[in-house]
């Protein structure tokens, strides 16, 4: 069916909410139609008050667009999900914020992939549902396995897998209690040999690489109960900085690799 350029249906997370001139908001959503996209919400911050009270942060809403050009403006909202305790948690609220923002770097403009908002919907969803447990603990340097388990589905969705039980440069399987490394440049985990080729290369021990591997295997909804250490958690993070300024890094590469 051909699509109506000035009519649309989206079903979209809102990812972020901008004020724009006077009365207006600027939203970046990922919608399961279009992918990520800006839309226009006019007038809602006088007028239309009603609207703006559904076009919240994190909201999962099916909206009506009008409009075909840049910022194609919001018409209608109806709210599909909330995920209310979210915001009775500080933590999970920041958890929430941040896969938000994860989501927005790490997706191009207008590319449609529903598999990020399916993802982004469960996560919000388990994230609502356990949203009381949600804690750091400093003292033990532990992390929600939730929040990392989304960061390895969202990265192997956007085309950069992390890899967690395969050597991300040789391809050969790590063997259980073999030494083990970990570098952003690779892609993943690799044997320590391996490492060598990588200027980012760290050990990482037995126990956090067999918390890697389990990670990756289960569900969105089966992690609750692992335990991710502040070392899985820094390998993670470690390669999500490394994508997002990749550029950068290659070069720093570049320049160690001409001073030695
Ligand atoms: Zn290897």
Request: with cysteine; proline share 10%.
């Given at each position: 069916m051909a699509r109506n350029p000035k009519y649309q249906k989206a079903h979209c997370l809102i990812l972020s909410r901008k004020p724009l001139r006077e009365a207006d908001f600027l939203l970046t959503v990922f919608s399961r139609e279009q992918g990520k996209i800006r839309v226009l919400a006019r007038g809602v911050r006088k007028a239309n008050a009603k609207l703006a009270g559904r076009l919240q942060q994190l909201y999962n809403v099916e909206i009506y667009l009008a409009g075909s050009s840049l910022w194609p403006t919001v018409t209608s909202v109806s709210i599909i999900?909330?995920?209310?305790?979210?915001?009775?948690s500080l933590s999970a609220l920041a958890i929430a914020f941040y896969a938000a923002e994860l989501v927005t770097k790490l997706t191009p403009d207008a590319?449609?992939?529903a598999r990020i908002y399916e993802l982004l919907d469960r996560f919000y969803s388990e994230l609502n549902s356990q949203s009381k447990n949600i804690e750091f603990s400093?003292?033990?340097?532990?992390?929600?396995p939730i929040l990392e388990k989304f960061r390895l589905d969202l990265l192997r969705i956007v085309g950069h897998g992390v890899t967690t039980?395969?050597?991300?440069?040789?391809?050969?399987k790590i063997a259980a209690g073999e030494a083990t490394a970990f570098s952003s440049f690779a892609g993943g985990v690799v044997h320590t040999d391996c490492g060598?080729?990588?200027?980012?290369t760290r050990l990482v021990s037995e126990i956090t690489a067999g918390q890697l591997a389990i990670l990756d295997q289960q569900a969105l909804e089966d992690v609750a109960d692992l335990t991710v250490g502040e070392e899985g958690h820094r390998c993670i993070s470690d390669f999500v900085v490394f994508l997002l300024e990749r550029d950068v890094q290659s070069e720093r590469f570049m320049e160690k690799m001409r001073q030695e």
């Open positions: 999900n909330k995920y209310p305790k979210i915001r009775q590319e449609i992939n400093e003292k033990d340097r532990t992390w929600p039980r395969f050597c991300a440069h040789c391809g050969v060598k080729h990588f200027p980012d």
